[in-house]
């Protein structure tokens, strides 16, 4: 049976089940307009983040939120638009409750996990600057920024770039192999959060995300992961505001 296929006994599976697909998973076409959708996209939406002047921060937080989020979605719209299929090729599928708690608790591990990172490269490197500058003071700039920040950053932007990254990318890439699919998808998600110092957290999400979409044939328990790591990093800042440190 070629690989691209696997038993239509998926349409029956429990959300226990092995990740099994019932339609022909995506491909190259599927890669390359979600590849081509998601790099014009981010090119124009960091034209306008450059447009919103450097003491505007709380405005330019925001906006980079939501230029993730919506590049993640429109680059999954244009993979499914390509060939329309059943949407459980991109792991849009059921899954049991304990994997999208798994994945939560995976979430604040890597949360933490980032604030080590930070920590050690500042020490070593004396550099004490963030790339996230901008998002944390959209997350402490008041109940209106906070709330945008957190449904572009803690929701939108982990439901559209698991889709693109795992349902597409990850999915497409498996064909090679599982660790094929699982790394290259990941270093390629960490390369699209910028060379800094959130790329290695960026890769060790990834990785996490995709060994659970390997798991369970879903998405949802990586969007769990990323949501979390996500909504932690908007909340953090938004108390240390309000108890004023």
């Known amino acids: 049976?070629?690989?691209?296929?696997?038993?239509?006994?998926?349409?029956?599976?429990?959300?226990?089940?092995?990740?099994?697909?019932?339609?022909?998973?995506?491909?190259?076409?599927?890669?390359?307009?979600?590849?081509?959708?998601?790099?014009?996209?981010?090119?124009?939406?960091?034209?306008?983040?450059?447009?919103?002047?450097?003491?505007?921060?709380?405005?330019?937080?925001?906006?980079?939120?939501?230029?993730?989020?919506?590049?993640?979605?429109?680059?999954?719209?244009?993979?499914?638009?390509?060939?329309?299929?059943?949407?459980?090729a991109f792991g849009l599928r059921r899954v049991a409750w304990k994997w999208l708690l798994l994945g939560a608790g995976l979430g604040a591990g890597a949360f933490l996990l980032n604030i080590v990172v930070a920590i050690a490269y500042a020490q070593i490197s004396g550099d004490t600057s963030t790339p996230q500058g901008d998002y944390r003071a959209a997350a402490s700039g008041g109940a209106l920024s906070f709330v945008l920040t957190f449904l572009f950053g803690a929701i939108a932007t982990p439901i559209g770039e698991e889709l693109a990254f795992r349902g597409v990318l990850a999915n497409a890439l498996g064909r090679y192999g599982p660790w094929v699919g699982v790394l290259a998808s990941s270093a390629i998600f960490a390369v699209a959060h910028g060379v800094n110092v959130i790329l290695p957290i960026a890769f060790v999400v990834g990785v996490t995300a995709a060994l659970l979409l390997r798991k369970t044939g879903s998405v949802w328990p990586g969007v769990c992961v990323h949501a979390v790591n996500n909504g932690i990093s908007v909340l953090a800042p938004a108390l240390l505001a309000l108890s004023g440190t």
């Open 1 to 88: 049976m070629p690989n691209d296929y696997l038993s239509p006994a998926f349409a029956m599976a429990s959300p226990d089940a092995p990740p099994e697909r019932s339609t022909k998973r995506p491909g190259w076409p599927e890669i390359a307009g979600g590849a081509v959708t998601y790099a014009v996209l981010v090119i124009a939406g960091i034209a306008l983040i450059l447009s919103i002047p450097d003491e505007q921060a709380v405005a330019r937080g925001v906006v980079s939120y939501a230029v993730s989020a919506l590049a993640g979605l429109g680059a999954f719209g244009i993979a499914v638009i390509l060939r329309v299929r059943d949407l459980s």
